[in-house]
């Protein structure tokens, strides 16, 4: 039973507008989250992370939002760019899983030009 | 530079075939681990290491073991290898005390046919 949901298997957007990216939970003890990007023939490199302490954490143009009573978090790209087509994974960690890793199934994101 | 090298890019076995997929990392890190990707199901946890000749199941074990033999290089071996074993799997490694921040390799796209 998949704990981190990310119901959205793909997402198109325009150069220059906003990507949102969402991601579900089940496992109310994940303390730490992160987002992963992907590029095809590449392995996934982490792209930014939120501490359950936090409500939101910015880096240039990621900023990623966690609600814990709702168990959801986005990540909002913007402005997007052609570079930022890839597949991005959203991951959970905690106490409860010996601070390992939960990866969603992942959001194809396309920026079109 | 983190650096995470899997043996093979690409590797086509037959059903019953001993497989071995090597994965070497050159930044002394202390956890090392094995996912397979999936379309639909994202990262899913094998086995992961957090030293020389310890091992831990990840969440779908079966069909497979490892070996780690030095720090720097972890093995998957699929003992006899299945068509349900085609995928894309992926090693990563990351220190000790921050096992959320993995550090991933380019992975090992697997046919069994």
């Known amino acids: 039973d998949q704990q981190v949901k990310q119901n959205s298997p793909s997402l198109s957007v325009q150069e220059g507008r906003i990507s949102i990216l969402n991601c579900d939970y089940t496992?109310?003890?994940?303390?730490?989250f992160l987002w992963y990007k992907k590029y095809p023939a590449e392995g996934p490199t982490f792209l930014i992370s939120?501490?359950?302490?936090?409500d939101k954490n910015e880096d240039g143009r990621f900023t990623v939002f966690l609600n814990k009573s709702a168990k959801h978090l986005s990540l909002h790209i913007v402005p997007s760019q052609p570079g930022d087509s890839a597949v991005y994974f959203c991951?959970?960690?905690?106490?409860?899983?010996?601070?390992?890793?939960?990866f969603g199934a992942g959001t194809t994101v396309t920026v079109r030009a | 530079d983190v650096k995470v090298t899997q043996s093979s890019r690409y590797l086509v076995k037959r059903t019953g075939e001993k497989v071995f997929l090597e994965c070497v990392q050159d930044?002394?890190?202390?956890?090392m681990f094995w996912y397979r990707q999936d379309p639909g199901l994202g990262l899913r946890l094998i086995y992961f290491?957090?030293?020389?000749?310890?091992?831990e199941k990840g969440d779908i074990p079966e069909g497979y073991s490892v070996s780690r033999e030095k720090k720097e290089r972890f093995s998957l071996i699929l003992e006899s290898a299945s068509t349900n074993q085609t995928s894309m799997y992926l090693c990563?490694?990351?220190?000790?005390?921050?096992?959320?921040?993995?550090?991933f390799g380019p992975g090992t796209r697997l046919t069994v046919t």
């Open positions: 939120i501490s359950s302490i936090k």
């Open positions: 496992n109310s003890m994940f303390d730490y």
């Open positions: 991951a959970a960690s905690g106490r409860s899983n010996d601070y390992k890793l939960s």
């Open positions: 290491s957090y030293d020389v000749k310890m091992k």
């Open positions: 990563a490694s990351s220190f000790r005390g921050a096992t959320y921040e993995q550090y």
């Open positions: 930044m002394d890190h202390e956890n």
